[in-house]
């Protein structure tokens, strides 16, 4: 059965990760978007076995990229869906969005589904990882993306969110050294939000409410915004380790849980800071 979906999936360089993402959607969805960033792998000759509907698009940032997609790609379909290249729909989910997507009222404009996210082969559960709750489908119309540089979310841009109870998966098969240098391009952007943010010149950006006692991500921005920027460099990113490993027991997620929320929650924020000492440093020259 053929849904009024279409799936928008950006890529570069993904042919470790595209075919999985794509087999997971081709059954129910209607249309299936490619934009790529001028890959020179293999990508675009997998994604061709699967849709015609390929575009190319230099990149400048996640959310203009997609936002251009939106702009520009001629959907046809009630509702659109964004997928990431390493991501991919569980049975589960398919089956649940055949029966419950044509029956949703008009004003329910957008879907929030979960991320299980998967490490050196390990489903990562603990630390507060799981469950991640993302707004990924909505009418078409009905929503865009954020123009942050770093973690940016989908926004409604009128009706009311529902909520589906089954996941998406992401599996990123490019391996360990390909993780740490995405994340250490990520740390720059990181530090500049974040002394953007203890400079007030951000918060006005955000296009989501910020709130402690909002949704899953209305608090995390709330967190960074009010509490973690305040903290001192360094001795945050042990509080945030410890909090994270112990009291929300990623311990329990094994030795690849522990490879995992050292590397994401103490070497990762560790490297944001050392850049915004550096930044600091430059300025007091």
Known sequence: MKLPITI???TYNEEKNIEACLNSVCSFAKEIFIVDSYSTDKTLEIAKRYTNNIYQHSFETQARQFNWALDNLQINTEWVMRLDADERVT????????????SFS????????????????????HGGYYPTWLLRIWRKGKARSEEQ??????ILLEGKSAYLRY????????????????????SARFASELIAIKDSSIKELSSI??????????????LKQNLYVSLPLFIRTFIYFIYRYFFRLGFLDGKEGLIFHFLQGFWYPFLVDAKICEYEKQLRK
């Open 167 to 186: 996941d998406i998966i992401d599996w990123n098969q490019k391996g360990l050294s390909f993780w740490t240098e995405k994340h250490n391009n990520y």
């Open 106 to 125: 008009s004003d329910i404009t957008g879907l929030y589904f979960k991320r299980k996210v998967y490490f050196m082969d390990r489903f990562i559960k």
């Open 91 to 102: 049975q589960e989910l398919a089956n649940e969005l055949c029966e419950k997507l044509l």
């Open 149 to 154: 540089i770093l973690n940016e979310h989908i």
């Open 8 to 10: 928008i999936i950006l």
């Open 209 to 222: 409410n910020v709130s402690l006692f909002g949704s899953q991500e209305e608090r995390k921005r709330w």
